[in-house]
């Protein structure tokens, strides 16, 4: 199961979707044993090991990757299907990136959301755009906690009257905003008729579960790099170059280093004039490790 075994970003794709399935048909119970825990570390692998090459991949299958490893792996997740609209819900807001060209992507979307709210005390509305608009604040509230938590703080000190002596951030005032829509969007009769209530019920119920996953998805994959595994993976590449020479080996290296923002030099203490230091041969990453 190691990452070299998978060669394309179509199996990374195709493998994803058969870990979904398998879930999918235990909907309701974890099933990540031992087995399933190496294939998803595998396939995190491959997303960092194809690093000297440019790949096309489904945002919805890198998503649901990620949270794979951290809801349903960590956190012992028992619903594929949050996890499913959990990547499609990243997947949906993040691709407003290549649509428009918005140079402060978070504070778009707490203007999105501070307008949906607006938007939510006021008349009543036909009961298809009360549904949509209870589900789209939960959504955006759940997108902003768990990927763009600081740009909340901004927004708000704008509406005074939430503001009442209290700090300018408070979770918890968010937590209860996205729960409460959420509720009210699974209460719909929209909801029981396109067999959402479930759902929404229960990413009502564990909002802070699900947006504790997405803080871990966006610091780990968004924001920044697994530190860790592209450690392994480019002392993996470093060996490999120990043993062949390869200048290809060392390229890699380079490409790993530049995502940590170190100077592989220093690293692993070359010196100048192709001569080298007597090192201890380092051993390769496990495979799933």
Known sequence: LGARLFRTM????????????????????NVADEDFRKRVESLLDLFYADIGEIRRIELNSLFDLFLLKALYVERRSTSIEA???LGDLMARHLRVRDIFPIPDLAAHFAQILERMLSEAEGVPRDPQNLFEANRGIGDSTMFLLGVFPATLTRRRDRRTRWNSGTPRFDPSFYQKLGRSHYSQAAG???????????LLNKLSNHFDVYVAALNEVATTYIHGVDVERVTNLMLDSYNAWRRTRDEQHMEDVRKYAALLAIDPR?????????RRRSLPVLSPTPPGS
């Open 83 to 85: 996890i499913s609209y």
């Open 10 to 29: 179509d199996t990374l794709t195709t493998s994803v979707q058969e870990l979904k399935e398998l879930a999918a048909t235990n909907e309701g119970q």
């Open 266 to 274: 220093r690293a692993f203490r070359r010196v100048a004039g192709g």
């Open 188 to 198: 719909h009769e929209l909801a029981q008729w396109t067999g959402q209530d479930h």
